[in-house]
Antibody, heavy 120, light 107 residues
Framework: QVTLKESGPALVKPTQTLTLTCTFS??????????VTWIRQPPGKALEWLAR???????FYSTSLKTRLTISRDTSKNQVVLTMANMDPVDTATYYC????????????WGQGTQVTVSS | DIQMTQSPSSLSASVGDRLTITCQLS??????LNWYQHKDGQAPKLLIH???NLETGVPSRFSGSGSGTDFTFTITSLQPEDVATYYC?????????FGPGTKVNLK
């Protein structure tokens, strides 16, 4: 059974760096074809694809946010970490990690999301 | 990046109504499109992959069609539990992108 769970601070101050951890089970990021993606949803707004890390270490970022995002993995812990620098109140959102269905991975599983508020 | 639009942005319909949502993209993505259902407080749920293939366990009142740049999502008989926001999402070109969403309410 594939599960993913997000963790991190519920509140960050403007200009701080946000660090979120996705802890997953039921698959390994060492296995060919596996990928983990981060997505967010600000209140009242649409889902936004943020970043992805692949089994071979490749990393991909949202064009508009790539200067602020870093995605990394710890395969021994089955974790993927997303950092977002220079947080702003507009970054207030629910952040999800997911194994998303695509051309090569036929499984679609999401965490329940973690709410992050940016406020001084 | 691929730009995506969805129409309408919101709609109100009655139980039993047929409703259609369109998703238009700025580039050809073949059939590499997902449709998600997102309810408040829950994780998004994948309903359709590869533009027209129903996920296992998803009711047959949901369907999708299209290829290239124009796609359609249909609910043939709206049920109360279908109240949600629906998103198209392309996975042909990185970075993958979501449409702006269509909010479905009951009249």
């Amino acid at each position: 059974q594939v599960t993913l769970k997000e963790s991190g601070p519920a509140l960050v101050k403007p200009t701080q760096t946000l660090t979120l951890t996705c802890t997953f089970s039921g698959f390994s990021l060492n296995t060919e074809g596996m990928r983990v993606t981060w997505i967010r949803q600000p209140p009242g707004k649409a889902l936004e694809w943020l970043a992805r890390i692949d089994w071979d270490g490749d990393k991909f970022y949202s064009t508009s946010l790539k200067t602020r995002l870093t995605i990394s993995r710890d395969t021994s812990k089955n974790q993927v970490v997303l950092t977002m620098a220079n947080m702003d109140p507009v970054d207030t959102a629910t952040y999800y990690c997911a194994r998303m269905r695509d051309k090569w991975d036929f499984r679609d599983s999401w965490g329940q999301g973690t709410q992050v508020t940016v406020s001084s | 990046d691929i730009q995506m639009t969805q129409s309408p942005s919101s709609l109100s319909a009655s139980v039993g109504d047929r409703l259609t949502i369109t998703c238009q993209l700025s580039q050809d993505i073949s059939v590499y499109l997902n449709w998600y259902q997102h309810k408040d407080g829950q994780a998004p749920k994948l309903l359709i992959h590869d533009a027209s293939n129903l996920e296992t366990g998803v009711p047959s009142r949901f369907s999708g069609s299209g290829s290239g740049t124009d796609f359609t999502f249909t609910i043939t008989s709206l049920q109360p539990e279908d109240v949600a926001t629906y998103y198209c999402q392309q996975y042909n070109n990185l970075p993958f992108t979501f449409g702006p969403g269509t909010k479905v309410n009951l009249k």
